[in-house]
C-alpha cells in the first residue's frame, strides 16, 4: 500500500505491506492503527488506486493488489 503528499505526511511512512480484502477494510484498519489518518483518508477529494487505475467504488483486492491513496489534486 502506498500513501501521496500529506497523506504520507500524516502517517509518517510511505509504503506498508498489509492485507486487506476490501478497500473498505483497509480504510478501517488504518483508522484503527491511526485515527488522524483515518480522518485524513476519510477527506472529500481523497482518490483510491487499484494497480494504477483510479477506483470510486469498494473494491475487493487481490493477495498482490497495490493500493494507493492520494491526496486531493489542486490545479491552476
Do not use: H, Y
Request: avoid cysteine; charge should be negative; aromatic fraction near 6%.
Amino acid at each position: 500500500m502506498l500513501l501521496f503528499g500529506a497523506l504520507a505526511d500524516i502517517a509518517g511512512w510511505r509504503e506498508r505491506e498489509v492485507e486487506a480484502t476490501a478497500i473498505s477494510g483497509l480504510r478501517a484498519w488504518l483508522a484503527a492503527d491511526d485515527a488522524m489518518l483515518g480522518e485524513a483518508l476519510n477527506r472529500p477529494g481523497v482518490q483510491v488506486a487499484i494497480d494504477k487505475s483510479l477506483t470510486r467504488v469498494d473494491a475487493a483486492l487481490g493477495p498482490f493488489a497495490e493500493v494507493a491513496f492520494l491526496p486531493p489534486m489542486s490545479g491552476g
